[in-house]
Every structure is written in C-alpha cells, then in structure tokens.
C-alpha cells in the first residue's frame, strides 16, 4: 500500500514563507516524479511544481521564483521551498508521485495540507 505524507502547511501572514515536505513509502515500483499541487474553494487543482528523477523542474507561472521543488536526500521525498506568499496561494496542497512498472505508470495522491496566506 502506497502512502504519501505531508507536512508543513499552516497559516502564514503575506510575504512570509513555508517548506512543504511529502514522504512516499510502500511500493516496489520505480519513481518516476514527484510534485505539488493545489485547490483552492471552487476552482480545478492545478500543478504548483513537479521534478523527476532526473531533476528537471516546472513551475506553474504564478509561482515561478517564489517556489522551489526539490528532491531529498532520502529515498522518495520532496520539498515545496515557498517564498513571498501571497493571499492567492491559499489552497490545500497534495503531493503526487508518479512511479513506473513493468508496462504501466501509476499516480499516487497524499491527503493534502492547507496553506493558508493572510493579507
């Protein structure tokens, strides 16, 4: 049984900043990439960051030099370094890896942690 954990979400005045952490653990498969997401009240969930194995990156364009994903020392684990919140980055924020098998590629989803900016 795949799992995800999170950490690091909270409530943070405009202009501060958080470091979201997503640990995966329980499957045989290859990673393949890790990233963030968000949702916010009434809108779609949109890709924040992602980075693969390989260590290349993408940004959503709202987030691009405020954020910064990277991969952990450990095994399977990823941060979400944000900088210079803004009130519309409130949202839950879900980590997702992506993990390969023999002829498939199979997405996990972790619980989510909320992110909440004040103005």
């Known amino acids: 049984q795949v799992q995800l954990v999170e950490s690091g979400g909270g409530l943070v005045q405009a202009g501060g900043s958080l470091r979201l952490s997503c640990a995966a653990s329980?499957?045989?498969?290859?990673?393949?990439?890790m990233g963030w997401y968000r949702q916010a009240p009434g809108k779609q969930r949109e890709l924040v960051a992602d980075?693969?194995?390989?260590?290349?990156?993408r940004y959503a364009d709202s987030v691009k030099g405020r954020f910064t994903i990277s991969r952990g020392n450990a095994k399977n684990t990823v941060y979400l370094q944000m900088n210079s919140l803004k009130p519309e980055d409130t949202a839950v924020y879900y980590c997702?890896?992506?993990?390969?098998?023999?002829?498939?590629?199979?997405?996990?989803w972790g619980q989510g942690t909320q992110v909440t900016v004040s103005s």
């Open positions: 997702k890896a992506q993990f390969i098998g023999a002829s498939n590629t199979y997405d996990y």
């Open positions: 329980g499957t045989i498969f290859t990673l393949n990439a």
């Open positions: 980075i693969t194995v390989g260590t290349s990156t």
